[in-house]
């Protein structure tokens, strides 16, 4: 079965160091990924997705992910963090079979100042 | 603003009542979603629509029923909900359904409490 994994349910930074939220999939063929972000009583709002070529993607507000084939992960970074950054974040993967896409249960990041 | 309203932010129902959910995108796409939200689990895809056809349903009890007059607006119509119904409810857009690379705009929710 296709699925994807966010093992951590929150993830604590201090304002200024990188951060890392953690995301791997499972899906036959290759994979189309996407992170979302959402803010306190907001919807969604799209970072970045991979589709296909270089394996580290740029997306808004200064985050980055990083496609491993190997280990199918495809984390969300950003070199520096900042209190504003503070959200739940979701990572997506492509249903290959009906194009709607496979959620995971979201990341709780809290940046500390 | 991400171009797509719902209303109502927040209600509260009773379970032998009958409320509807409004959504509204102002983005010209052709296809709209209603997903569920609880905490800490993953959206659960609930119906899609790809002009004004729905295309999707995943299993959803009968007393959720959706309505897509027109490309423009969606509607969740509630009756006789159950406690374990009070989620957030995201409605969503894109240019087309299906495609492999496109990305959703989501409204900011329905907060809906079963009593």
């Known amino acids: 079965a296709q699925s994807v994994a966010q093992p951590e349910d929150q993830v604590n930074v201090a304002e200024g160091n990188p951060l890392t939220v953690k995301c791997t999939y499972s899906?036959?063929?290759?994979?189309?990924l996407f992170w979302y972000v959402q803010y306190p009583n907001r919807g969604l709002q799209f970072l970045l997705k991979?589709?296909?070529?270089d394996n580290l993607v740029k997306g808004s507000y200064g985050f980055e992910a990083e496609f491993n084939k190997s280990q199918t992960s495809f984390h969300l970074k950003k070199p520096s963090a900042l209190v504003s950054d503070s959200a739940l974040y979701f990572c997506?993967?492509?249903?290959?079979?009906?194009?709607?896409?496979?959620w995971g249960a979201g990341t709780k990041l809290i940046i500390k100042p | 603003e991400t171009g797509v309203t719902q209303t109502p932010r927040h209600l509260v129902m009773g379970m032998t009542n009958k409320k509807s959910l409004k959504c509204e995108q102002h983005?010209?796409?052709?296809?709209m979603y209603w997903y569920k939200q609880s905490a800490k689990k993953p959206l659960e895809l609930m119906f899609v629509?790809?002009?004004?056809?729905?295309?999707e349903n995943n299993s959803v009890p009968s007393r959720f029923s959706p309505e897509c007059p027109n490309s423009s607006h969606l509607f969740l119509h509630l009756h006789t909900l159950q406690p374990e119904d009070s989620a957030l409810y995201l409605c969503?857009?894109?240019?087309?359904?299906?495609?492999?690379?496109?990305?959703?705009?989501f409204g900011s929710g329905t907060q809906l409490s079963v009593l």
């Open positions: 983005l010209g796409h052709n296809a």
């Open positions: 991979y589709i296909t070529g």
């Open positions: 899906v036959s063929g290759n994979p189309y």
């Open positions: 969503a857009s894109s240019q087309d359904q299906g495609w492999t690379n496109e990305k959703l705009f």
């Open positions: 629509y790809s002009l004004e056809e729905r295309v």
């Open positions: 997506a993967v492509r249903d290959t079979s009906n194009y709607q896409l496979i």
